[in-house]
């Protein structure tokens, strides 16, 4: 072509294809690279997600696991530094049940939260406790779904809408100083795809320091071995990462509470006093529960938060999605649309009718039949009768 262009417009040419290189050049794959020549203000917007967030509070949402007695109400009455009032069970329920409190008027420095604590009533005090894991892989299914048909609505109210699934499960391991418990393990093992384990030993003020080490040890390589997956605190944000991966090495945390409060060094602490001595709740040579709090609430909240909603439901999401027939796309890649969707459920909910009806129709046929049949029989029997003896 450049031999009919005169030298004029071949420059001219030449001029703009190397303004094209040098603006790609300068824009980049991503968009244009520009310079502010002042302060615009948008540097504000963190500020402003954080000041939104603060106005409208947060939930959080504890389940705890563990048996009758083994002090899940004590801790929650010491990570909060409250009490809750919880109702004391016995250990002769039937069955395992869940009972959720939520307590909407906790404030710390103009920070609203709203709590709530799950309790397994009843859990671990039956002989046969083949049922004991249902009931809580049915309330933490029906958080998800709760929270997923307000999500499917047309007119949606997510903004105010109380999301009670479970952030965070305190599962409480008895202080054996041997192993775990089968139903420990078949327990988490259910749970360990629907919520975030945060294995604790109860009472540990009850064990040795050194039988405690072991049985860290030990029970962290029975999760390992049967592949029950815990939480793990996240390492990804630099400014947490070296105390996260430090306290991972920590679980299960060996927990002490109590709700008792004792004078030491000129302050009121919570202790729990025995004859040969007292143990501080809040006294790291004496327990884990201090790593605890800090991880669980200080730290880490609001990831378990993200997790269960990045992780956890978005997994029982994709499966209940699947279940009522939607896709990505079709086997040919194209498109699904939800108008398709809901024609092709509805199609196939006219065969099952239509499949239904007509066995219903067949069986009554067949009822038909067989009552002609024994009237029939009947009919030969009175004949035979009269032949007899008449």
Same mark, same amino acid.
């Given at each position: 072509?450049?031999?009919?262009l005169?030298?004029?417009?071949?420059?001219?040419?030449?001029?703009?294809?190397?303004?094209?290189?040098? %603006?790609?050049?300068?824009?980049?794959?991503?968009?244009?690279?520009?310079?502010?020549s002042?302060?615009? @203000?948008?540097?504000?917007?963190?500020?402003?997600?954080?000041?939104?967030?603060?106005?409208?509070?947060?939930?959080?949402?504890?389940?705890?696991i563990?048996?009758?007695?083994?002090?899940?109400?004590?801790l929650?009455?010491?990570?909060?530094?409250?009490?809750?009032?919880s109702?004391?069970?016995?250990?002769s329920?039937?069955?395992v &049940?869940?009972?959720?409190?939520?307590?909407?008027d906790?404030?710390?420095?103009?920070?609203?939260?709203?709590?709530?604590?799950?309790?397994?009533? @009843?859990?671990?005090?039956?002989?046969?406790?083949?049922?004991?894991?249902?009931?809580?892989?049915?309330?933490?299914?029906?958080?998800?779904?709760?929270?997923?048909?307000?999500?499917?609505?047309?007119? $949606?109210?997510?903004?105010?809408?109380?999301?009670?699934?479970?952030h965070?499960?305190?599962?409480?391991?008895?202080?054996?100083?041997? &192993?775990?418990?089968?139903?420990?393990?078949?327990?988490?093992?259910?749970? /360990?795809?629907?919520?975030?384990?945060i294995?604790?030993?109860?009472?540990?003020?009850?064990?040795s320091?050194?039988?405690?080490?072991?049985?860290k040890q030990?029970?962290?390589?029975?999760?390992?071995?049967?592949?029950?997956r815990?939480?793990?605190?996240p390492?990804?944000?630099?400014?947490?990462?070296?105390?996260n991966?430090?306290?991972?090495?920590?679980?299960?945390?060996?927990?002490? @509470?109590?709700r008792?409060?004792?004078?030491?060094?000129?302050?009121?602490?919570?202790?729990r006093?025995?004859?040969? @001595?007292?143990?501080?709740?809040?006294?790291?040579?004496?327990?884990?529960f201090?790593?605890? $709090?800090?991880?669980?609430?200080?730290?880490?909240?609001? /990831?378990?938060?993200?997790?269960?909603?990045?992780?956890?439901?978005?997994?029982?999401?994709?499966?209940?999605?699947?279940?009522?027939?939607?896709?990505?796309?079709?086997? /040919?890649?194209?498109? %699904?649309?939800?108008?398709?969707?809901?024609?092709?459920?509805?199609?196939?909910?006219?065969?099952e009718?239509?499949?239904?009806?007509?066995?219903m129709?067949?069986?009554?046929?067949?009822?038909?039949?067989?009552?002609?049949?024994?009237?029939?029989?009947?009919?030969?029997?009175?004949?035979?009768?009269?032949?007899?003896?008449?």
């Amino acid at each position: 072509v450049h031999h009919f262009l005169s030298p004029t417009s071949a420059l001219f040419l030449f001029s703009l294809k190397m303004t094209a290189v040098d %603006v790609q050049r300068q824009l980049g794959h991503d968009g244009r690279q520009m310079k502010l020549s002042g302060h615009v @203000g948008f540097d504000s917007l963190p500020d402003q997600l954080v000041n939104k967030s603060v106005n409208k509070g947060f939930d959080f949402n504890i389940l705890c696991i563990g048996e009758t007695g083994i002090g899940k109400s004590t801790l929650m009455d010491s990570l909060f530094k409250t009490s809750f009032n919880s109702e004391p069970v016995t250990h002769s329920l039937p069955g395992v &049940s869940v009972r959720a409190n939520t307590y909407v008027d906790l404030q710390e420095s103009n920070v609203g939260l709203k709590l709530t604590i799950v309790d397994t009533v @009843g859990y671990g005090d039956q002989i046969d406790k083949t049922d004991s894991v249902q009931p809580l892989v049915d309330y933490i299914d029906s958080q998800f779904e709760s929270y997923l048909q307000e999500e499917l609505k047309i007119k $949606r109210s997510l903004t105010v809408y109380h999301d009670t699934r479970i952030h965070a499960c305190l599962y409480f391991i008895a202080p054996t100083g041997h &192993s775990l418990k089968s139903l420990d393990l078949v327990c988490m093992k259910r749970l /360990d795809s629907k919520v975030n384990i945060i294995p604790v030993v109860a009472k540990a003020d009850t064990i040795s320091k050194p039988e405690l080490a072991k049985f860290k040890q030990k029970i962290m390589a029975e999760l390992k071995e049967n592949g029950v997956r815990v939480y793990q605190f996240p390492t990804d944000d630099e400014t947490v990462a070296e105390m996260n991966d430090a306290m991972n090495s920590f679980m299960p945390f060996a927990v002490v @509470g109590s709700r008792e409060e004792i004078e030491v060094g000129g302050e009121m602490v919570r202790a729990r006093v025995y004859p040969w @001595g007292t143990v501080e709740v809040e006294n790291e040579n004496h327990c884990d529960f201090v790593k605890l $709090r800090e991880m669980l609430i200080r730290t880490n909240m609001e /990831d378990l938060r993200e997790t269960t909603h990045l992780n956890h439901f978005e997994l029982y999401r994709k499966n209940r999605l699947k279940e009522m027939g939607f896709a990505d796309s079709t086997a /040919d890649n194209r498109p %699904v649309r939800l108008y398709d969707v809901i024609e092709e459920k509805k199609k196939t909910h006219i065969r099952e009718m239509e499949t239904k009806e007509e066995k219903m129709r067949q069986m009554f046929v067949d009822k038909v039949k067989q009552k002609e049949a024994e009237l029939k029989k009947a009919e030969q029997d009175v004949d035979t009768l009269e032949n007899r003896y008449f």
